[in-house]
Every structure is written in structure tokens, then in C-alpha cells.
């Protein structure tokens, strides 16, 4: 019978996610984590395995930058795990350049929002079954420099953007991840899952792989001891598993302290939080992705 909490973990084969992995299979946590790439995923297996021989490591595999395969993973996991004890949104991308996927959304803003919001939806009725399960999403203070919502238009915007322009339309991925927080906890508030937002601060991680200076800007910072990633995998582990969380829903957290953040408008607006719910919603199912 199944006695270890099982987490199930998104970006799990690098940067934060793989540092919040390798704390949770030290601590006696199921693993269960998502993959774009079968050979990361195997480096990522043996490392958390030297590091806690015992730790039950499963892999689910696919590109979380479309739907269908984010769809279909979550009912691969949902087969497999029928309760499930937290879910870990943590994948994200910043790119620097206009990317639209096969099915027609624009990369940045299915990797950051639409995939943790599908998955999320897909795993629901496993995270129920828990009866206390946690839903950590990771945003950022990078939310503040957003630009205008728009919606629903800004779920389908496609328009072309500089790596200058880029910053405000991650920003603005990180507010969707804030204002779908408060929606959802208010949604399960009577189930005993929690679902929190968090920053994990600015972090030396493969975010920013896609500058052409990126390793050589890496090997600086962590020569200076800047943006140090186990800081803010410290405070994604401590939303998972810390006695001072449970039972908190609806928060957005800042790394280091783990004290609560106001989010900037509209982040806490209620209103456009359902109205966003709304929108996501019927988006994806008009494009088939959910009944």
C-alpha cells in the first residue's frame, strides 16, 4: 500500500525544480515528475537516486508547450495516481522571441499559464482525494512589469515582441499565474486543498537559456554569489511540506522571508480572477483541449 506522499512536479530535470526534487527524495516523497527530454530525464533519475537511494522517481513525458500532450500527461498521472498529495507547478520559459506552437498559441504563454492551468484541471479529483493536498504555483515579482491585461484577448495574442519586450510579456504570464491561485483556492476552499503562489526571486537557472551570453552571464552571478536557485527552491519546498502553510490558501509568498506579498493590480482583483477562469476555460475547450 502506497504510504509516501506523492508529488508530482513539473520542469523537474533542471534549475529549481530538479533542486526541489532532490530535497523532497531525501525527505521520502514519491516523485512524480514531467519530461520534455528522455535523456535529462534519466541524468535527473540518477541523481536523485545517489543522492536518496530509495526514492521512488517516475517520469511522465512530453512538451508541456502543447496541450494535448499536457491533457494527455495528466491522465497518464491521473491512471497511475489516483490521490495525489501535491502538485508543483514550477516549469516556465522566458523567451525572447515570438515562437507559436503547432496549435496556435503563442509559446510563452502555454508553457507559463495554459500548461499549469490544464494540468492542474486534469489532476483535480486526484489532489481531492488527498483531502489535504497542496498546489504550489510558481510566479514572480517579474508580475509587476505586466503591461495592460487585456482579456480574453491576451490568451491569444500572437503578436511579434523584442527580447526588450519580452520582460513584460513573461510579467504578464506570472500575473495570470497569480490571479489563477486566488481563483482556484477559492473553488476547492471547501475540499482541504491549498493552492499558493510564490517568487522565488531572481534565480541563476536555464530560464534564460536563450540569451546568446547566457553561460558566460551564469559563471559571473554564481562567481558573485548571485541568484543562488536553492533559495528559491527553500521556499517552494517549505509551501509543499511546512506545518506553517497548511491549511493557507489563496497567498502568494516571497522567497527568503516566506512572508505574504501583495500582488499588484489586478493580481488579488476577484472579478478578473473568475473572469480569467472563465476565459481559460472556455478557450480551451473551444479549442477541444477539455469537456
Known amino acids: 500500500m502506497q504510504t509516501d506522499p506523492i508529488v508530482v512536479i513539473t520542469g523537474a530535470t533542471s534549475g529549481l525544480g530538479q533542486l526541489v526534487a532532490l530535497e523532497l527524495a531525501k525527505r521520502g516523497t514519491h516523485l512524480v515528475l514531467t519530461a520534455r527530454n528522455r535523456n535529462r530525464a534519466e541524468a535527473t533519475k540518477k541523481l536523485l537516486k545517489d543522492s536518496a537511494s530509495k526514492a521512488e522517481v517516475d517520469f511522465f513525458f512530453g512538451d508541456l508547450s502543447l496541450m494535448e500532450d499536457v491533457r494527455r500527461i495528466g491522465n497518464e498521472i491521473k491512471a497511475s495516481y489516483p490521490k495525489i498529495d501535491a502538485l508543483v507547478n514550477n516549469a516556465g520559459l522566458h523567451a525572447f522571441e515570438q515562437r507559436i506552437t503547432s496549435e496556435g498559441f503563442a509559446e510563452m504563454t502555454a508553457v507559463n499559464y495554459l500548461a499549469p492551468w490544464l494540468l492542474t484541471h486534469t489532476l483535480r479529483q486526484s489532489l481531492i482525494t488527498s483531502g489535504n493536498a497542496r498546489i504550489v504555483n510558481v510566479a514572480s515579482e ?150
Open 142 to 291: 517579474a508580475s509587476r512589469n505586466h503591461g495592460k491585461l487585456k482579456l480574453p484577448d491576451d490568451l491569444t495574442n500572437m503578436s511579434n515582441f523584442t527580447s526588450r519586450g519580452s520582460s513584460a510579456l513573461y510579467g504578464k504570464t506570472k500575473l495570470l499565474n497569480i490571479m489563477f491561485t486566488g481563483e482556484l483556492a477559492r473553488q476547492l476552499s471547501k475540499t482541504g486543498v491549498t493552492v499558493n503562489a510564490l517568487n522565488p526571486g531572481f534565480n541563476v537557472t536555464s530560464l534564460g537559456r536563450e540569451l546568446r551570453f547566457a553561460s558566460t552571464l551564469e559563471h559571473i552571478l554564481n562567481f558573485l554569489h548571485i541568484g543562488d536557485p536553492r533559495r528559491g527552491a527553500d521556499i517552494i519546498i517549505r509551501l509543499v511540506v511546512a506545518s506553517q502553510y497548511q491549511g493557507v490558501t489563496g497567498g502568494y509568498f516571497n522567497v527568503g522571508t516566506g512572508k505574504s506579498i501583495v500582488p499588484i493590480y489586478p493580481g488579488g482583483d476577484i472579478p478578473l480572477q473568475n473572469q480569467l477562469w472563465n476565459d481559460t476555460k472556455e478557450l480551451l475547450q473551444q479549442r477541444g483541449f477539455m469537456e
